[in-house]
């Protein structure tokens, strides 16, 4: 009978298709005799159905009428091999996803054969099996739509009670494998996307829900095990440190954009259980906490201060739920006790209030407790506004960091005037996440004072115009808030904390005037562009949240912040004159000139330009790294690339301060009067600078000797020459021919040289001969060096013998004259951006 399979047929007929059937009626059992014609058949049959499809309607007409699908069911039921079920699951997947005529689908959707072979035993411990399985399943869910997916589920009462596919499904979405766990979410969302109303009901309803339940614990689990790949790179930076970072961050990211495009599916129960979720399980008990509590935490369930400030903006920037963001902004207005079980936490490191008791101080405050198990989370308040009476405007309380009472808040303003670069980072990133969510209500931007000018004049114009209150009085003067929309806003969301979370809260006094807050974060801003441990890139962060919150007026700045702005700037201007005769004097300019248009872009841009992500991977250097004796070139361009970065920021932020428009280019005196030494014009080197091969004057040139090769000493002539703000080091061989000329040989950059006589060798000069140029002005290159900056960029060391000790301190001499020239006419040409005393000179003029 098998020997007839193999005759001489049009592969693509009807008539084969009708033999084929024909056979698999015919076979009574699967084993390993007839295997390979029933896998061959099973195979052959996906393709005609396919093709019939799409080219001739008797093709499914016979399917039909042979009840070929009831067929398949039968061979999988009497197959004895996983090999026949591996394809026969992939002919199922192939004829589902490239079936186009509607009624064929809904031909394959009824009579449950599907949902049979969805709900039928396989051996899942064979991987390529389930991997088959999963694909299946998910061809079935690529052709759902409202009218399909009634055939795929069982009703009662016109309420779903059954639907294998989806059931079938989750049980594997959190399998090992990611590519699994992805087809199952794909799977997911055709589902959820199809708006059927009692499937909706179904999915959000016990124990359905578990799913969305159990993804967030995964979701929390996954959250863990980034914080320890965090700590343990905090600890030991190897080489695959910042790869696994940024693996699991992406896998982080990931599942909040799943959840996201489960809320876009716009199923009321499931966006409100999503919500639910991530503030139970995940932000309440972990996020916050750590923001500014000290416990002993479990280093296998706690989550770091880094790990929740970026999950904190991972979460607001991907899942975008009005009540979610808004119940965050309220929480972080929110006494830091309020998150954390009175049984677990103790705050940075005391006891609450000198040992006082919980029931004690709930009692004191007029709180609450749960009268079950003593773990209710409460809200404490604090009224604030008594500490503000008779302090002018200028004096703005500052927050107790240290308090047991403090409000998260206020905690995130601390790290960004106390911690380190990291926490810097993290909490700017936060203030941003929270400025640009547009699902966050402009009232509680207002609340927590970083409501940007733009918007406070905008709402309150519009209130002016419709004649509401005094709202016209208001957009004149220096307290332009509206407090009660703001209180009857986080009353509405307080009142969520206490019912739906069990937050209770006492409110004493919901907020105080958005005008202190406001005051409080440029106070920390400010305080933050003084200081001198945190890295240029983190700086220029804080420089955009001020240039949102303060677009184009100078009113915020007291006389204080400006002090502190300008004290902060001379003690840079020092740093880079410093620079000036520093090992890379030639090509300072170059960078001010660079970074002062990245600067003035990255500020005034629309959006942060550093991701949240990298707050998590190991940190740039800081200004307060001292220059170290010895080092290298690189490590003093690394530093003058960062100094001219935070020199520029502050310089723009001082213009800004005084009401004045930032200019393109940075103010630097131009290159039209180029002072040439005397050495110059003498050798015959204009501005372009020496180029090998070509003719010079050795007028002022010393002869030496110098070896570049062991055993291979050459003889040639010394120059050091400045030619405005850049400088050469020249080795020249003398023309035979025409005495006192020379064809230069060997060209060398003069900045950063550090000559040195040798101590027992007066003859010897040493150099150190450093790169021409350096990555950093382009970013590039930088990003390319920075991989392999230890071996790309390697100083050379010279030894010039001369031929007495006269002749050595003659080339000493030289390369110290031309150095002082470089460093004078870079100096003269940066004046204008050290001088701030003159932009304030013009305005007042």
């Not at 399917?63 to 002919?91: A, C, D, H, P, Y």
């Not at 001020?546 to 902060?568: C, I, T, V």
């Not at 020249?732 to 230069?744: K, N, Q």
């Not at 000493?812 to 002082?820: D, G, N």
């Amino acid at each position: 009978m098998w020997f007839s399979f193999w005759r001489s047929r049009d592969r693509f007929s009807l008539d084969e298709f009708r033999f084929l059937t024909d056979q698999l009626m015919k076979v009574q059992v699967v084993n390993e005799v007839n295997k390979d014609f029933v896998i061959e058949a099973l195979r052959s049959i996906a393709e005609l159905i396919t093709y019939g499809d799409q080219h001739d309607v008797a093709y499914f007409e016979f399917f039909m009428e042979k009840q070929v699908m009831g067929e398949l069911v039968r061979i999988l039921r009497i197959s004895r091999t996983v090999i026949v079920s591996l394809q026969l699951l992939q002919t199922m997947s192939i004829v589902i996803q490239n079936l186009k005529n509607e009624h064929s689908i809904y031909y394959m959707f009824s009579n449950e054969h599907i949902n049979h072979l969805i709900t039928y035993s396989f051996d899942f411990r064979n991987e390529e099996l389930l991997s088959y399985y999963i694909s299946f399943l998910r061809a079935i869910s690529g052709k759902l739509n409202k009218n399909t997916i009634s055939l795929l589920v069982k009703t009662l009462n016109e309420e779903v009670v059954s639907f294998p596919l989806y059931v079938e499904a989750i049980r594997f979405a959190f399998h090992e494998e990611s590519m699994i766990r992805t087809a199952v979410r794909a799977l997911t969302l055709n589902v959820y996307h199809v708006g059927d109303e009692a499937v909706n009901k179904f999915v959000a309803s016990a124990p359905h829900a578990d799913y969305f339940s159990n993804l967030v614990k995964f979701f929390g689990e996954q959250c863990i095990s980034l914080d320890k790949l965090v700590v343990n790179a905090s600890k030991c930076l190897g080489p695959d440190t910042s790869g696994s970072i940024i693996s699991s961050v992406d896998e982080i990211e990931d599942n909040l954009y799943y959840f996201s495009d489960v809320i876009s599916a716009g199923i009321p129960d499931i966006g409100r259980l999503i919500t639910d979720l991530m503030l139970k399980v995940l932000i309440f008990p972990s996020i916050l906490p750590s923001l500014r509590m000290e416990v002993v935490k479990d280093s296998d369930t706690g989550i770091g201060t880094a790990t929740s400030l970026y999950l904190l903006c991972c979460i607001l920037r991907i899942v975008k739920i009005k009540d979610l963001a808004n119940i965050v902004a309220v929480a972080l207005l929110c006494d830091i006790e309020t998150f954390v079980p009175t049984s677990e936490a103790k705050l940075n490191g005391f006891m609450d209030n000198h040992g006082m008791s919980h029931e004690d101080q709930d009692s004191e405050n007029g709180g609450f407790r749960s009268d079950s198990d003593g773990q209710t989370l409460r809200v404490l308040i604090p009224n604030i506004s008594s500490s503000l009476n008779g302090h002018p405007e200028d004096d703005v309380p500052q927050p107790d960091h240290g308090s047991s009472h403090s409000a998260l808040w206020e905690a995130l303003l601390s790290y960004i005037t106390t911690g380190d670069d990291v926490q810097v980072s993290g909490s700017l990133s936060v203030l941003a996440t929270l400025l640009q969510t547009k699902e966050l209500e402009e009232s509680m931007l207002d609340a927590l004072g970083i409501l940007p000018q733009r918007k406070q004049q905008k709402k309150l114009l519009l209130q002016a115009l419709v004649g509401e209150g005094s709202a016209e009085e208001q957009l004149f003067s220096s307290e332009n808030m509206v407090k009660d929309g703001i209180c009857s806003e986080m009353d509405c969301y307080l009142q969520k904390l206490k019912e739906q979370y069990g937050l209770l809260c006492v409110c004493k006094e919901v907020t105080v005037s958005p005008r202190i807050h406001r005051l409080q974060v440029l106070d920390a801003l400010v305080s933050l562009f003084c200081r001198s441990n945190i890295s240029a890139e983190t700086l220029w962060d804080g420089g955009w949240l001020l240039r949102q919150l303060l677009p184009y007026s100078e009113a915020d700045f007291s006389g204080h912040h400006l002090k502190l702005l300008k004290d902060s700037f001379h003690s840079c201007t020092s740093c880079i004159l410093d620079e000036s005769k520093g090992t890379w004097p030639d090509l300072l300019i170059v960078v001010l000139c660079e970074e002062w248009r990245n600067c003035k872009r990255t500020i005034e841009a629309s959006s942060p330009r550093k991701d949240p992500k990298s707050m998590l991977l190991p940190s740039h250097k800081s200004l307060s790294e001292e220059p170290a004796s010895g080092e290298s070139s690189f490590t003093a361009g690394e530093r003058l690339c960062e100094m001219v970065k935070v020199f520029v920021l502050l310089r723009q932020l001082h213009i800004f301060s005084v009401g004045k428009v930032l200019p393109d280019q940075p103010p630097i005196h131009p290159t039209v009067d180029i002072m040439e030494s005397f050495r110059a014009k003498r050798a015959g080197v204009d501005s372009l600078g020496p180029k090998p091969s070509v003719e010079l004057s050795l007028v002022d040139a010393v002869p030496c000797r110098i070896a570049f090769e062991r055993g291979k000493e050459r003889h040639f002539h010394f120059l050091a020459i400045s030619v405005g703000s850049s400088g050469w080091i020249i080795l020249a061989d003398e023309l035979p021919l025409r005495p006192s000329y020379g064809v230069v040989r060997v060209v060398a950059p003069l900045g950063g040289c550090n000559p040195r006589i040798d101590e027992k060798h007066l003859r010897w000069l040493h150099l150190r001969i450093r790169p021409s140029s350096f990555p950093c002005i382009d970013v590039a290159k930088h990003v390319a060096h920075a991989r392999v900056k230890s071996k790309a960029l390697v100083d050379g060391r010279w030894t010039l013998a001369f031929r007495d000790e006269e002749s050595c301190k003659a080339a000493f001499s030289m390369i110290y004259e031309e150095l002082k020239l470089l460093s004078n006419e870079v100096e003269r040409r940066i004046k204008p951006m050290l001088d701030i005393e003159r932009t304030n000179n013009t305005k007042t003029a």
